[in-house]
């Protein structure tokens, strides 16, 4: 009997809240030749979680300027508002295990609450983008206190306890990135989810968050490659985290380089000039733009 190598899935997963850039492109690109070399499959999957930013009209432009580039993806295109429950039922399971606590703490009392401890000379730790780590201590709350706060009127989110997590899986956590990190790093790469604190993984009024639809996604669908750029690096180590607590396979990492403006900066969804439609209104090929973007990539 022959066994056939595991044939490989490649995704390429935009949230429908602006329109792609030359960044996205290159993503878009490297998951489809990718796939095409290894006799692969590649899906495409719209992020819409966030509902009050995403647009249909986005959603439109992104299958219009995928196509544009000459890109096929296989149908049906899964998209994640309409699979709101199963994220839901996995917040579920992940409060039954212990690793998530409700946090009524707005982004203003975080604010305020870091603001207070600086003040006074000390440095509060940030998480890799920047931001400064949840300084609360709702996650010592008694059971009662959190289902008062779950029962309340007050908007929540769950948080999860990400020390908590990490003993429970009491391993250390790996991923085998196979482009380049931040700083050249390839090989097996020691995860690190402790620095971006307690995450939030849903909220009251959104069941989830992109760090956990994207691993039940990545699960579900079979992923074994994920390639998309370098700003979302450091997110690995949270979803080898909530891949190991909930017991799903675990993908290749590719983090390729991203695509800079001409002011050397990194592209986003509300600067015009770099969308793949302007690019198109203005005449130029998609050969023109796999040029421009593929040109030293990875
Ligand atoms: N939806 C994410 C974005 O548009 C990408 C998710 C991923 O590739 O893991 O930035």
Not at 165 to 186: D, Q, S
Not at 245 to 261: C, D, F, I, Q, S
């Amino acid at each position: 009997m022959t066994i056939l190598p595991e044939q490989p899935v490649f995704r390429f997963a935009p949230s429908p809240n602006g329109l792609l850039h030359l960044g996205h492109a290159l993503s878009a690109i490297l998951n489809h030749d990718m796939a095409a070399a290894t006799n692969g499959r590649f899906l495409l999957r719209i992020e819409d979680i966030d509902r009050a930013r995403c647009r249909p009209e986005f959603e439109a432009a992104i299958f219009e300027d995928l196509a544009w580039l000459g890109l096929a993806w296989e149908q049906p295109v899964r998209r994640q508002s309409d699979h709101l429950d199963l994220y839901a039922e996995t917040l579920q399971r992940l409060r039954t295990m212990g690793v998530v606590y409700p946090s009524i703490m707005t982004r203003g009392d975080i604010r305020s609450a870091v603001a207070a401890t600086e003040a006074d000379g000390a440095v509060w730790p940030r998480d890799p983008d920047g931001s400064p780590l949840y300084p609360g201590h709702e996650r010592e709350l008694s059971p009662r206190a959190q289902a008062a706060i779950v029962a309340g009127e007050r908007p929540y989110a769950w948080r999860l306890d990400v020390a908590a997590a990490i003993k429970l899986v009491a391993e250390p956590l790996t991923w085998r990135e196979t482009g380049a990190g931040p700083t050249g790093e390839t090989g097996l790469i020691t995860a690190d989810p402790a620095g971006w604190g307690d995450v939030i993984l849903s909220r009251s009024d959104a069941p989830s968050s992109y760090h956990l639809s994207v691993v039940v996604d990545d699960a579900l669908q079979g992923i074994t490659h994920v390639v998309r750029g370098r700003d979302l690096y450091h997110a690995t180590s949270v979803h080898r985290l909530l891949q190991r607590l909930l017991n799903l396979p675990e993908p290749v990492y590719l983090h390729h380089r991203l695509v800079l403006g001409p002011d050397g900066r990194k592209l986003s969804k509300s600067n015009q000039d770099t969308g793949i439609a302007a690019f198109r209104v203005a005449g130029r090929s998609p050969a023109d733009v796999r040029a421009m973007i593929l040109e030293g990539a990875s």
